[in-house]
């Protein structure tokens, strides 16, 4: 009876010449055939339904049908749609023989193609990246295939607007059918692609109207409608896929790496200020070059409607600082030792003054210290430097209050260094890893300013003591005479006899209560002190102090702050260290100074005048004295050798660093 229903289907079949839906479904219904059994009730929701099979299996004509029907023709209804898939990329693939390249039931299904506003739909709005990632997330397929690699899709699932539409189900989130459009898929580098440079602003314009109009008036825009691709459209700025929210810490981090790419001229300046500094180290708050240029509106300053116009920074300037005054706006964000004209102030300063005053105290005690350390070599192999183990006799050499200030100028500075160099170097590793042990370029600020302010409080004890001994007591020993800090004639004279030494002609110096390189470390500090701290206050208190100063002066006080302080740095941790630890006489590390206590015969062999004068004045005895303590030694130990470490593990980084620089 089957045998007898099948032919007489066949032969109504025949003689109708038509099939008709009805006609294919007790055959293709079977689930057995395979990838060609036909869901009914898929099909029967498709917006297919309503046609026959026929209607896009146009080549078959009888039933059974062999060989297979080939594809459908979409055209027949769809002649707009094959046309612009016709010269997509994804044509363009499958001409050349790439099967997975997709073609239209790809896409869309096959016998239970639903309508796009339906959720269900391969094609619904939220479903597309889904739909797409099923050729562009595979590694296989991509092989040596024109599509994007796995990555692309990554990137844009974890963007802004895959998130919005996979995981917030925002249908306003553009998916890659809004940019790359739905069947005209073509390469960025063909010019009538949406995704083409020329035609990337349009097509973001779609969704970002308002952010269009800012972009069209810009200095960017307009480069843009002129065709110069060296201007930036929406992509360059925030790439095609990966769309990161302009909050957060990973974008606003990139903003100054990619405005560099573009503006190398202004790049280094800013980078070398302290938001480009701070910005390097990590801080996310401090201002990025979008933050006072804008994000789109970027006008020349000489527009009046830029942000950076002068009539109209004290708003730019304070979106980031209360209390901003004309003096303050005027502070040059991008000011250039290197540029006369922009920057005069800061050229001469850095120029005329901060170059040559690291030349010269570099160049001397690099020679002196050189020179030093051969003839100190020299001395020990000949047997000429005596150890002064078995003196049971002391000398009492600085009193509590000197050392105990010292110890404090030790703290501070060593902080202060540790806390401001990674400014100085944040663009290098050690520099942002010396920032991260301190939590951060926040803290690290704070850090800063606290030990300013105990190197501020030691300074002015130091101060009130030189005024109290000058005019209270009337001790002209400070200002006379061998005991006094004050350069004299006889500091000539023991230089000259010091190159006499150096160089093989003449004995080891007779020297007094103070040496001339004692006199320059003590000055030094002197000197620097005030100068890095009143330029570092002048920054502290920028606002305040911009009331009765102009905007350049602040660029001159960071620029002053920061030479000096690495003079500063340069000299103690290289030069000061070698004078009172690390030559062979002293090597590894000289206690006095913590302990306030010398031998007596060490004291009597490097200071012979003073000794003598203490004799013949009858104050030696009343100097003399026992060894230091057991926690004086202790101390000494653990707190010079903690800092000896610090402060060779800073200059050593230094100096790798210019050499890094300066070779390549």
Same mark, same amino acid.
């Given at each position: 009876?089957?045998?007898?229903?099948? /032919?007489?289907?066949?032969?109504?079949? *025949?003689?109708?010449?038509?099939?008709?839906?009805?006609?294919?479904?007790?055959?293709?219904?079977?689930?057995?055939?395979?990838?060609?059994?036909?869901?009914?009730?898929?099909? *029967?929701?498709? =917006?297919?339904?309503?046609?026959?099979?026929?209607?896009?299996?146009?080549?078959?004509?009888?039933?059974?049908?062999?060989?297979?029907?080939?594809?459908?023709?979409?055209?027949?209804?769809? &002649?707009?749609?094959?046309?612009?898939?016709?010269?997509?990329?994804?044509?363009?693939?499958?001409?050349?023989?790439?099967?997975?390249?997709?073609?239209?039931?790809?896409?869309?299904?096959?016998?239970?193609?639903?309508?796009?506003?339906?959720?269900?739909?391969?094609?619904?709005?939220?479903?597309?990246?889904?739909?797409?990632?099923?050729?562009?997330?595979?590694?296989?397929?991509?092989?040596?295939?024109?599509?994007?690699?796995?990555?692309?899709?990554?990137?844009?699932?974890?963007?802004?607007?895959?998130?919005?539409?996979?995981?917030?189900?925002?249908?306003?989130?553009?998916?890659?059918?809004?940019?790359?459009?739905?069947?005209?898929? /073509?390469?960025?580098?063909?010019?009538?692609?949406?995704?083409?440079?020329?035609?990337?602003?349009?097509?973001?314009?779609?969704?970002?109207?308002?952010?269009?109009?800012?972009?069209?008036?810009?200095?960017?825009?307009?480069?843009? *409608?002129?065709?110069?691709?060296?201007?930036? =459209?929406?992509?360059?700025?925030?790439?095609?896929?990966?769309?990161?929210?302009?909050?957060?810490?990973?974008?606003?981090?990139?903003?100054?790496?990619?405005?560099?790419? @573009?503006?190398?001229?202004?790049?280094?300046?800013?980078?070398?200020?302290?938001?480009?500094?701070?910005?390097?180290?990590?801080?996310?708050?401090?201002?990025?070059?979008?933050?006072?240029?804008?994000?789109?509106?970027?006008?020349?300053?000489?527009?009046?409607?830029?942000?950076?116009?002068?009539?109209?920074?004290?708003?730019? @300037?304070?979106?980031?600082?209360?209390?901003?005054?004309?003096? $303050?706006?005027?502070?040059?964000?991008?000011?250039?030792?290197?540029?006369?004209?922009?920057?005069?102030?800061?050229?001469?300063?850095?120029?005329?003054?901060?170059? !040559?005053?690291?030349?010269?105290?570099?160049?001397?005690?690099?020679?002196?210290?050189?020179?030093? /350390?051969?003839?100190?070599?020299?001395?020990?192999?000949?047997?000429?430097?005596?150890?002064?183990?078995?003196?049971?006799?002391?000398?009492?050499?600085?009193?509590?209050?000197?050392?105990?200030?010292?110890?404090?100028?030790?703290?501070?500075?060593?902080?202060? &260094?540790?806390?401001?160099?990674?400014?100085?170097?944040?663009?290098?590793?050690?520099?942002?890893?010396?920032?991260?042990?301190?939590?951060?370029?926040? =803290?690290?600020?704070?850090?800063?300013?606290?030990?300013?302010?105990?190197?501020?409080?030691?300074?002015?004890?130091?101060?009130?003591?030189?005024?109290?001994? &000058?005019?209270?007591?009337?001790?002209?020993?400070?200002?006379?005479?061998?005991?006094?800090?004050?350069?004299?004639?006889?500091?000539?004279?023991?230089?000259?006899?010091?190159?006499?030494?150096?160089?093989?002609?003449?004995?080891?110096?007779?020297?007094?209560?103070?040496?001339?390189?004692?006199?320059?470390?003590?000055?030094?500090?002197?000197?620097?002190?005030?100068?890095?701290?009143?330029?570092?206050?002048?920054?502290?208190?920028?606002?305040?102090?911009?009331?009765?100063?102009?905007?350049?002066?602040?660029?001159?006080?960071?620029?002053?702050?920061?030479?000096?302080? /690495?003079?500063?740095?340069?000299?103690?941790?290289?030069?000061? $260290?070698?004078?009172?630890?690390?030559?062979?006489?002293?090597?590894?590390?000289?206690?006095?100074? $913590?302990?306030?206590?010398?031998?007596?015969?060490? $004291?009597?062999?490097?200071?012979?005048?003073?000794?003598?004068?203490?004799?013949?004045?009858?104050?030696?005895?009343?100097?003399?004295?026992?060894?230091?303590?057991?926690?004086?030694?202790?101390? *000494?130990? !653990?707190?010079?050798?903690?800092?000896?470490?610090?402060?060779?593990?800073?200059?050593?980084?230094?100096?790798?660093?210019?050499?890094?620089?300066?070779?390549?």
């Amino acid at each position: 009876m089957r045998i007898f229903a099948a /032919l007489l289907l066949c032969a109504t079949v *025949a003689s109708a010449q038509t099939l008709k839906s009805s006609d294919c479904v007790d055959c293709h219904k079977d689930p057995s055939m395979g990838d060609k059994h036909v869901d009914a009730a898929a099909f *029967a929701g498709s =917006v297919h339904a309503p046609i026959e099979c026929t209607g896009c299996h146009a080549d078959v004509k009888a039933f059974p049908h062999d060989p297979a029907p080939k594809r459908p023709d979409c055209a027949q209804c769809h &002649a707009e749609a094959v046309k612009d898939y016709d010269t997509s990329d994804h044509a363009t693939a499958r001409a050349k023989g790439v099967k997975e390249a997709p073609w239209c039931t790809d896409c869309h299904g096959t016998h239970d193609i639903l309508p796009k506003s339906d959720p269900k739909s391969r094609t619904y709005h939220l479903r597309i990246p889904e739909t797409c990632a099923r050729c562009h997330a595979n590694a296989q397929i991509t092989k040596g295939h024109p599509l994007p690699a796995p990555q692309v899709i990554q990137n844009y699932f974890g963007s802004v607007h895959g998130k919005g539409a996979l995981e917030q189900g925002l249908v306003v989130s553009a998916v890659c059918s809004d940019c790359h459009t739905a069947h005209k898929v /073509l390469p960025k580098t063909n010019p009538e692609s949406t995704v083409a440079y020329k035609n990337v602003p349009t097509t973001c314009r779609k969704c970002h109207e308002g952010i269009f109009n800012q972009f069209e008036t810009s200095t960017h825009g307009k480069l843009w *409608a002129a065709g110069q691709t060296r201007g930036p =459209v929406c992509v360059t700025c925030h790439t095609a896929h990966g769309i990161r929210n302009t909050e957060s810490a990973s974008f606003r981090e990139g903003i100054a790496t990619g405005c560099s790419n @573009c503006h190398s001229k202004e790049a280094p300046t800013y980078q070398d200020s302290f938001h480009g500094q701070a910005t390097a180290l990590g801080s996310m708050k401090t201002a990025k070059c979008s933050d006072c240029h804008t994000p789109h509106l970027n006008l020349p300053k000489s527009d009046p409607k830029s942000s950076v116009n002068p009539a109209n920074l004290r708003k730019t @300037c304070g979106k980031c600082h209360a209390d901003v005054n004309a003096n $303050f706006a005027s502070f040059q964000p991008h000011a250039d030792p290197h540029d006369k004209t922009r920057s005069p102030q800061v050229y001469y300063v850095y120029n005329y003054l901060m170059k !040559w005053l690291l030349v010269i105290v570099f160049g001397f005690f690099g020679l002196h210290t050189l020179l030093w /350390l051969q003839r100190s070599i020299a001395a020990m192999i000949r047997g000429e430097v005596p150890r002064h183990d078995g003196e049971s006799q002391w000398i009492t050499r600085f009193a509590t209050k000197q050392r105990l200030t010292h110890v404090a100028l030790v703290v501070s500075f060593l902080a202060l &260094a540790a806390t401001g160099l990674p400014l100085m170097y944040s663009r290098l590793p050690w520099g942002k890893t010396l920032a991260h042990l301190f939590g951060g370029v926040g =803290v690290s600020t704070v850090l800063h300013r606290l030990f300013a302010v105990v190197t501020f409080g030691y300074a002015l004890y130091h101060l009130c003591f030189l005024l109290y001994g &000058a005019f209270v007591r009337r001790d002209k020993r400070m200002f006379f005479g061998p005991d006094s800090l004050l350069p004299r004639l006889r500091d000539l004279v023991d230089l000259k006899n010091m190159f006499r030494w150096f160089f093989y002609r003449g004995p080891w110096p007779r020297f007094d209560r103070w040496t001339y390189w004692e006199k320059f470390d003590y000055f030094a500090v002197f000197w620097g002190v005030p100068v890095i701290g009143l330029s570092g206050l002048m920054l502290w208190t920028a606002p305040a102090i911009t009331r009765f100063l102009p905007g350049w002066a602040l660029n001159v006080a960071m620029l002053v702050h920061g030479e000096e302080a /690495l003079l500063a740095v340069g000299f103690i941790f290289t030069f000061h $260290f070698f004078h009172t630890h690390l030559r062979p006489e002293s090597f590894p590390m000289d206690q006095v100074m $913590f302990t306030g206590k010398v031998r007596l015969d060490r $004291f009597r062999e490097e200071r012979p005048d003073q000794y003598e004068r203490m004799m013949a004045d009858g104050q030696l005895a009343d100097a003399l004295t026992g060894p230091p303590t057991e926690g004086q030694v202790t101390f *000494a130990r !653990w707190f010079g050798f903690a800092s000896l470490f610090v402060g060779l593990v800073l200059i050593v980084a230094i100096y790798w660093s210019f050499l890094q620089r300066f070779f390549y």
